[in-house]
C-alpha cells in the first residue's frame, strides 16, 4: 500500500502565475555578440516533437507500459542518462560573457553545460519519455552547499507514483538511491538546502510560495543573485 504524499510547502503546481516571460540576454548573435536575442523563458524547454531529444530518448530503451511503477522507471533512467552523459561546467569557464544559456540539443552536443542548461535538458527529455507536463517542472532559486554558501541555481522537480514532488539534480555524477523530496530539501536544516522562488514548464511561469516577492520574470533571472552560480 502506498503512503499518502506529505503536506507540500511550496506551490508546485502552480497558481500565482507571473506574467511577461520573456528574457533579454541570454542568447547573442553569432558573429556579433553585443547583439542580444530576446527569448522566451518558456521556449528552453524543447518541444515534444523535437527529433533531436526523441532520437535520444529511442536509444534508452525505456518502459512504455503504463504500469504501476513504470513512470518512475522512465524518470530514473532519463535522469541517469542525464548524469552520466553531461559534466557540469560554468559558464564563465566556456563562455566570454558571464552567463550564456543553451538549449538542449547544444547541451547535448557539447556533453557539458551549467545548472539552467542541464535542467532545461532533463525536463526535455523526460517530457519527450511520455512523462505528462503535469509532472515536470524546472525550478529557479538558490541553493545552499555544505560550506554555508547560498547561490542562484536551477533544478528539476518531479511528481512521482506516490504523489510526492522530488529533485531530480541535473548536475550530478551519480544518483541517490533514493528519491530526495522537493520539500524536504527546501526545509531549514536541510544539506544542502533548495530555496526554490519560480517554477516553469512549457506554458506557464509562476512563484512557488518562498519569502521573495517577484513580478517581473526578467528582472528575477537577470539579478546578480542568480548569476552567482
Same mark, same amino acid.
Given at each position: 500500500m502506498k503512503k499518502s504524499p506529505e503536506k507540500e510547502q511550496y506551490d508546485w503546481a502552480g497558481s500565482r502565475i507571473l506574467q511577461h516571460t520573456e528574457i533579454p540576454s541570454k542568447r547573442r548573435v553569432i558573429g556579433n555578440e553585443d547583439v542580444l536575442i530576446p527569448t522566451d523563458l518558456r521556449e528552453w524547454i524543447a518541444p515534444l516533437d523535437s527529433q533531436v531529444i526523441k532520437k535520444v530518448i529511442a536509444s534508452l530503451d525505456l518502459p512504455h507500459s503504463k504500469k504501476p511503477g513504470e513512470f518512475d522507471k522512465r524518470a530514473w533512467m532519463v535522469w541517469k542518462f542525464v548524469a552520466e552523459n553531461t559534466?557540469?561546467?560554468?559558464?564563465?569557464? =566556456?563562455?566570454?560573457? #558571464?552567463?550564456?544559456?543553451?538549449?538542449?540539443?547544444?547541451? #547535448?552536443?557539447?556533453? &557539458?553545460?551549467? /545548472?539552467?542548461? /542541464? =535542467?532545461?535538458?532533463? =525536463?526535455?527529455?523526460? #517530457?519527450?519519455?511520455?512523462?505528462?507536463?503535469?509532472?515536470?517542472? @524546472?525550478?529557479?532559486?538558490?541553493?545552499?552547499?555544505?560550506?554555508?554558501?547560498?547561490?542562484?541555481?536551477?533544478? +528539476?522537480?518531479?511528481?512521482?507514483?506516490?504523489?510526492?514532488? +522530488?529533485?531530480?539534480?541535473?548536475?550530478?555524477?551519480?544518483?541517490? &538511491? *533514493?528519491?530526495?523530496?522537493?520539500? *524536504?530539501?527546501?526545509?531549514?536544516?536541510?544539506?544542502?538546502?533548495?530555496?526554490?522562488?519560480? /517554477?516553469?514548464?512549457?506554458?506557464?511561469?509562476?512563484? @512557488?510560495?518562498?519569502?521573495?516577492?517577484i513580478q517581473n520574470v526578467s528582472t528575477y533571472i537577470n539579478s546578480k543573485r542568480f548569476l552567482q552560480h
Open positions: 559534466k557540469y561546467r560554468r559558464d564563465e569557464t =566556456a563562455q566570454r560573457k #558571464l552567463d550564456f544559456w543553451q538549449f538542449p540539443p547544444e547541451t #547535448l552536443a557539447l556533453g &557539458k553545460g551549467d /545548472c539552467e542548461d /542541464c =535542467a532545461f535538458l532533463l =525536463a526535455s527529455l523526460l #517530457l519527450a519519455s511520455g512523462i505528462s507536463p503535469f509532472c515536470v517542472r @524546472v525550478v529557479f532559486g538558490s541553493l545552499t552547499d555544505r560550506d554555508d554558501r547560498r547561490t542562484g541555481h536551477s533544478w +528539476v522537480i518531479y511528481k512521482n507514483e506516490n504523489g510526492s514532488w +522530488v529533485v531530480l539534480e541535473s548536475t550530478l555524477d551519480t544518483l541517490p &538511491k *533514493k528519491w530526495p523530496l522537493a520539500d *524536504k530539501l527546501a526545509m531549514k536544516g536541510s544539506i544542502p538546502r533548495y530555496y526554490p522562488d519560480i /517554477c516553469l514548464n512549457q506554458q506557464h511561469v509562476w512563484t @512557488v510560495g518562498g519569502k521573495r516577492r
